[in-house]
């Protein structure tokens, strides 16, 4: 079987019961055995034991289970699914430049094949809501911010893609070849329309559009003002990459006299409607800066060690109260991509950096849950399981031969291997039933993914 079919479970209720229930709502309440209803695409009822009668309800057996909120992914770059494996042993900025030529060969039918991979893994990871950082938009490319939308439309995920845009190339002293860049006027243009045709701000929006210039080494002061300029006159949230390495703040020290945090400052980018990826380099001042103007942080420990740009200072910025969530980053510079392999990275890397207490196994459940859904301004309706929020769920199973007799469900899923996922549901809908992504045909997904890759390196040498 070979084509798409999106899949509609649970026109009725549904019931989950007999699962470890970790709620990650305020109080961090869990149910040792409990229960939770879904009526259409919203939770009704949550708690200890067995569930209430529910006339009509599918019944699904969670015992063996951990039963969490969907995970939120909140950096990525999708695209890239197909270009993974390049520069393996490279710095940001080498990878970078070996990179934009193959990227600059990319199209709508490529960006379809390549985000339809990389969503249905990351659902199979136990993801439900994902951003996505689109930047690089080729000429005669076609549409391929629309080619993501479709593909996640297909998969089933909740997405909030980030039109992205560059405009300072080579020739003016930024980072990408001038053939992978925007005008100024192309980028502003391409961006409004994203917004005008897509954006959804409803409070069950499945899709909502943010505005996103790549990082400060390759888009212009003017681009970044403007962006700021036409989110906020929309309304939508602003993103962009953020003192990832060493070598970007030189970047900012030599060009505009200051850091990364202060340049935003400087281009009017810090509120809570801004969320930074990676911020890895950090002094006390920026940390503050960040607390107090409520913008928000996508921490993305895999890909800052794969590329080895440092680690981030996830801890401090938790305890100073910055909005932080967790992100898999683009598949170039995270060949993994599991949401759950980053809040256990998190855990790891915190402790390694800052001892033992650092970051409990709960708090990585947060970031990557409740924590995310604040970056993406969607706590009120998702990130944790509470009555009246969106039924965004993972049901893992932890009593297979991975999991079976570790003391803590949710030890289990933040320190042990990533765990078989029985079932999530987006919206109140199955996208992954027994470790399977069940709206798309994943072998032949497989098949076209590495069909794409080939042809595109084979494009670029
Ligand atoms: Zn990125």
């Known amino acids: 079987m070979s084509e798409s079919r999106p899949i509609v479970i649970g026109s009725g209720p549904i019931v989950i019961e007999g699962a470890y229930v970790a709620t990650v709502d305020a109080a961090r309440t869990e149910h040792t ?30 015992r063996g289970c951990l039963l969490t909120p969907g995970l ?56 439900t809501l994902t951003t996505d950082h689109h930047y690089v938009v080729p000429r005669d490319g076609g549409d391929v911010f629309a080619a993501e939308i ?34 100024l006027d192309g980028a502003l243009t391409g961006t409004a329309d994203a917004i005008a045709r897509w954006h959804d701000d409803s409070p069950d929006s499945m899709l909502r559009i943010g505005v996103a210039p790549c990082s400060p080494f390759s888009v212009t ?20 990459h953020l003192a990832e390495t060493l070598d970007e703040e030189q970047f900012c020290l030599d060009r505009f006299g200051c850091t990364p945090v202060e340049y935003m400052r400087e281009v009017g980018w810090l509120g809570d409607d801004v969320w930074f990826a990676h911020a890895v380099h950090l002094d006390d001042a920026a940390v503050e ?22 680690i981030a200072r996830a801890a401090d910025l938790h305890a100073a109260g910055v909005r932080l969530g967790l992100g898999v980053d683009g598949a170039a510079s995270n060949e993994a991509c599991s949401m759950i392999e980053e809040a256990r990275h998190a855990t790891l890397f915190a402790r390694a950096r800052g001892g033992p207490d650092a970051m409990s196994v709960r708090t990585a459940l947060e970031l ?24 965004d769920l993972a049901l893992w199973r932890v009593d297979a031969l991975g999991h079976a007799g570790i003391t803590d469900p949710v030890a289990a899923l933040v320190l042990g291997a990533t765990p078989p996922l029985e079932r999530l ?37």
């Open 33 to 62: 055995t409990g229960h939770v209803v879904v009526h259409g695409n919203r939770i009704t009822a949550v708690g200890a034991g067995p569930a209430p009668d529910v006339e009509g309800a599918e019944v699904i057996d969670g």
């Open 72 to 127: 939120v992914n909140t950096h990525h770059h999708l695209y890239q699914w197909i270009t993974r494996g390049l520069a393996a042993d490279s710095t940001l900025f080498e990878w970078l430049q070996t990179l934009y030529p193959v990227w600059a060969g990319i199209d709508e039918d490529s960006v379809r094949t390549a985000a339809t991979g990389g969503l249905a893994w990351l659902a199979k990871h136990g993801c």
């Open 150 to 183: 479709d593909a996640a439309r297909v998969v089933g995920l909740r997405f909030h893609p980030t039109r992205g845009s560059m405009d300072l190339g080579r020739s003016s002293g930024g980072l990408p070849p001038d053939s992978v860049v925007e005008t």
């Open 221 to 240: 002061t003017e681009l970044l003002r403007e962006s700021a300029a036409l989110a906020r006159e929309s309304g939508v949230l602003l993103h962009t």
């Open 289 to 310: 800066t960040m607390a107090s103007t409520g913008t928000g942080a996508a921490h993305c420990p895999t890909s800052n060690a794969r590329l080895g740009a440092g």
């Open 368 to 391: 990557a849950t409740i924590g995310g859904a604040r970056v993406l301004g969607r706590d009120g309706d998702l990130g944790s399981i509470e009555p009246g929020k969106l039924a």
């Open 425 to 461: 549901f987006v919206d109140g809908r199955v996208v992954v039933e027994s470790g399977r992504t069940v709206t798309v045909d994943e072998e032949s997904v497989a098949r076209e993914v590495a069909r794409a890759h080939d042809a595109l390196v084979a494009g670029a040498g």
